[in-house]
């Protein structure tokens, strides 16, 4: 009897719960009100200081691109085997150092004036810069399935703490034995431009070229939508043309290099010559390899058999073996086009802040995982969005709010992200199996 | 009583009493130097935090690297309590024990009134339980500290020296455990709803966020004393063994006595099947809070007694690296075993910062930091299941027979095949 009348009064008390949903609908109104005091306040001090402001979006573009070639190697690896894989910004790491000891040592980026002189000095340059990068990204590729073969491969059909152990632990080797003195030393070490630096102005910049540069794009992107339109009519042909990777990297080529000589344009005629604005060559080069990569990467991906390899490994393992793709190969390939992007991008890297260290990878690494969860994690065009957005806030947030706050606001970001979206921008929804 | 005090929980008493009672013997008599000494607190606190870790992680399934920032929590403002207590200000005190306690009442009135409710969003918690524990906070510094912090100070002034001095030590490890068991519960309520490694990466988040706000507390946050990058000098070393001896123990009992109630049970559940759990009744949700904040509120206390033991607080301490240590301990010892855990984590710090680090050759010292990695890797190779497995000792199994592991054994169809079945 008693227990009767416990549960009629559970169920009274259940009756008379309320809908919380006006306390969401406030806490939601709350939280928006501060995201958009922040923006504002944000908004303010930019509008306050245009100069400062335009160099952190210079800035924040070239640390975007750069966390985008490492935050690719994040999402195709962690798409494909579920790890994170914490050694992935200590390949990033080998890769600043090698290009540092080709450098330094070998002169590998002098190496077409040596075999042919009397060259062309700024060809001279542009070899000799392609030539290091492609190096470290060869040794950065080794490295990375290297790493595959003896630390993850083993375990593969163990649960997953056991690769995410290893992948620490591998972590922790490189770090460290990268940190004995007869190994890269533990010193911050100046880093030696494969290519001279020097500070863009608006005299530098000719209109012809923004006109050339944003015409590209245009044109690209005009192309393509036309393209597009005629291939969702079922035109084959236009289909196949659309895949060509020229007109996308027309468009990225065309719109980031023409927004930032844009910018260094008009920076004078805007901002006045009380700040001097600072946007190198290194950032163009930067942004311009990253582009060139990407673009490639995305082709690789998409319209080549090991991509789809790739896609199909990544979507459901078994059934890609009863294919016949061989999966092992495919994760090892995967794994060396993520070294060899982490690579490229820790010479970028180390280019840019003309130093380097053997902790140098920690950070930018957990940016750019930061950045591919951002974005979604497993999705290639989520990684390159992800990482611009982490590099525009870390470097607007670095200007506007607090310096040494940067890295806490980047994964404060992270976190909200999360909360709202879990999935990322543009992940999908993971469903859940029961 | 006495029937209870049979067999192993006897014999697990009169261990750690008469270990108890040899170390304090060996640091009395003076044949356990202080670097020794030191190296043994060291590995008790770390032994704590990886507790902590191995009820979110191997007890209750939540992938978590966020120990390392209720450490560092607990370490600060324990550390916090004394600095300003010896310089003759009990305002630390006096606003973290008195704002912990409003807190805690804010937010049991908060989650009693959501409890009204259906549909409660988790933001809307959070934001609710945040704002209660701001207020309570508020509150004790600017009403409750200017209210009786000096007649607080005079009346544990009147207590002789040692036992005032004590009566403060305790209070400031509660308030830092209890300061770390706050934000881990209003951090834990919105975090732990998300999946496992999205759970992980959030859990760095909050470590990396921690450790940047430690390097600026003299700068962006109003504590000039902790000297942000510069480290915090000063702190009054009052960790004796006895004080390691009580917090460590309490720390296993708790743990013990909480893994075996149901509590610990409904714990263990959603480790194995978060699904199958809900589905018997059990509210998934605030079980994983439940393990999440005790873990962090053992990393507290165990942040107190590092801290009043190095006398130093320095943030790179609790940066990106040793943030892995608990990690790299409870999975070297065993997911789930406890006391894999202790094992593991008294031998960490023994072998790699006390005995290598005094006795490897000189130039050698970086390397046992190469080697441990290969260790480490070699370990995952050849028994992934860490060192215990999840065997205990007897004092801490579980008293009831432990979850058999069943094996997956493909259906067997209830009727044989007809031959012309076969056939086609």
């Known amino acids: 009897m008693s227990v009767a009348i416990e549960t009629r009064r559970m169920e009274q008390r259940m009756i008379r719960r309320r809908n919380g949903m006006v306390l969401n609908r406030l806490s939601q109104a709350a939280f928006a009100l501060a995201g958009i005091l922040v923006f504002y306040a944000v908004a303010r001090a930019a509008a306050a200081n245009l100069g400062v402001f335009f160099q952190q979006v210079l800035n924040g573009f070239q640390l975007g691109f750069i966390y985008a070639l490492v935050a690719l190697g994040y999402t195709m690896v962690y798409g494909i085997v579920r790890l994170i894989n914490f050694a992935h910004g200590d390949v990033f790491m080998v890769g600043a150092f090698t290009s540092f000891f080709t450098i330094s040592l070998l002169n590998l980026h002098q190496w077409p004036s040596t075999v042919w002189p009397g060259m062309n000095p700024t060809l001279v340059m542009a070899i000799g810069t392609i030539s290091v990068i492609l190096f470290s990204m060869m040794i950065c590729a080794l490295l990375a399935v290297t790493i595959e073969r003896f630390a993850y491969r083993p375990l593969r059909a163990l649960p997953r703490i056991t690769a995410l152990i290893t992948a620490i632990g591998v972590s922790f080797f490189l770090e460290y034995f990268g940190g004995l003195p007869f190994a890269f030393t533990n010193n911050y070490r100046t880093y030696p431009r494969p290519f001279e630096v020097f500070v863009l102005n608006a005299e530098m910049v000719p209109p012809v070229w923004l006109a050339v540069l944003w015409g590209v794009c245009v044109a690209a992107a005009i192309v393509y939508s036309v393209l597009k339109f005629l291939g969702q009519r079922g035109n084959i042909r236009a289909q196949a043309w659309q895949r060509n990777p020229l007109l996308q990297f027309g468009m990225l080529f065309g719109g980031f290099l023409g927004v930032v000589l844009t910018i260094v344009w008009l920076a004078p005629r805007f901002i006045g010559t009380a700040f001097e604005l600072t946007a190198s060559n290194a ?3 930067i942004m311009g390899i990253s582009i060139i990569l990407l673009v490639v990467l995305q082709y690789i991906v998409r319209y080549t058999r090991i991509g789809k390899a790739m896609r199909a490994s ?25 070294g060899s992007l982490a690579g490229a991008g820790g010479v970028l890297y180390a280019t840019a802040f003309k130093q380097v260290h053997h902790l140098m990878g920690i950070i930018p690494g957990l940016k750019s995982f930061v950045a591919a969860v951002i974005g979604g994690i497993g999705s290639i065009p989520g990684a390159f969005v992800g990482a611009l957005t982490i590099g525009l806030v870390e470097v607007l947030s670095a200007g506007f709010i607090s310096t040494p706050m940067r890295d806490a606001v980047a994964f404060s970001l992270l976190i909200i992200v999360l909360l709202i979206r879990p999935q990322g921008i543009f992940g999908e929804a993971p469903g859940e199996k029961v | 009583m006495l029937q209870r005090l049979r067999g192993p929980n006897l014999s697990f008493i009169l261990g750690s009493l008469a270990f108890f009672v040899v170390v304090q013997i060996l640091i009395s008599t003076g044949l356990l130097n202080p670097y020794w000494q030191n190296i043994l607190f060291w590995g008790a606190a770390m032994t704590m935090v990886s507790l902590g870790l191995n009820l979110i992680y191997g007890f209750n399934g939540q992938f978590s690297l966020g120990q390392f920032g209720f ?17 003759n200000d009990p305002s630390a005190l006096v606003v973290v024990i008195f704002g912990s306690i409003l807190a805690l009442i804010f937010m049991l009135g908060i989650s009693a009134f959501l409890r009204r409710f259906y549909g409660v969003a988790t933001l809307t918690k959070f934001l609710f339980n945040l704002l209660a524990a701001v207020l309570g906070f508020f509150l004790a510094v600017r009403f ?13 002034n009147g207590f002789p020296q040692g036992i005032s001095q004590q009566i403060v030590f305790f209070l400031a490890l509660v308030g830092g455990a209890t300061l770390a068991g706050i934000v881990s519960y209003l951090f834990g309520i919105p975090v732990l709803e998300l999946g496992s490694d999205y759970l992980g990466i959030a859990t760095l988040g909050f470590t990396i966020i921690v450790k940047v706000l430690l390097d600026n507390t003299d700068t962006l946050l109003p504590f000039p004393e902790m000297k942000g990058a510069r480290g915090m000098v000063g702190i009054p070393k009052w960790t004796t063994w006895p004080w390691v001896f009580v917090c460590f123990m309490a720390v296993v009992l708790v743990m013990r006595n909480l893994l075996h109630s149901s509590t610990g049970r409904a714990i263990l559940s959603v480790r194995e099947d978060e699904r199958a759990a809900e589905l ?16 962090s ?19 790179t301490m609790f940066g990106f690296l040793p943030s892995f240590n608990p990690l790299i301990i409870i999975v070297f010892g065993g997911l789930g075993s406890m006391t894999g855990t202790i094992i593991t984590g008294f031998f960490w710090i023994f072998l790699l910062e ?25 370990m995952m190779l050849l028994r992934p299941q860490g060192l215990m497995g999840r065997y205990e000792i007897a004092f801490l199994r579980r008293p009831l027979p432990s979850l058999r592991v069943v094996k997956e054994t493909p259906p067997t169809p209830a009727v044989a095949p007809k031959a012309e079945e076969v056939a086609v």
Not at chain 1, 317 to 336: H, Q, Y
Not at chain 2, 78 to 83: H, L, Q, R
């Open chain 1, 314 to 338: 990544a979507y459901d393992k078994p059934t890609s073996r009863l294919m016949g793709i061989n999966v092992d190969t495919v994760i090892a390939m995967t794994f060396a086009l993520a």
């Open chain 2, 144 to 156: 409750i500290n200017p209210a009786i912090g000096q007649p607080l100070y005079q009346a544990l």
């Open chain 2, 280 to 295: 018997v009744g059990i509210n998934t949700a605030s079980t994983k809070i439940l393990a999440f904040v005790v873990g």
């Open chain 2, 354 to 378: 006390g005995l290598l680090r005094l006795y490897l050759p000189e130039g050698f010292e970086t390397w046992r930091f190469v080697v441990y990695p290969l260790v480490l890797l070699g």
């Open chain 2, 297 to 315: 509120v053992f990393a507290g206390l165990a942040g107190g007694i590092r801290a009043h033991d190095m006398a130093f607080l320095h943030p």
């Open chain 1, 283 to 285: 950032m163009l080069i």
């Open chain 2, 71 to 87: 450490y560092a929590i607990g370490a600060y403002a324990s550390a916090d309590i004394t600095y300003r207590w010896v310089r």
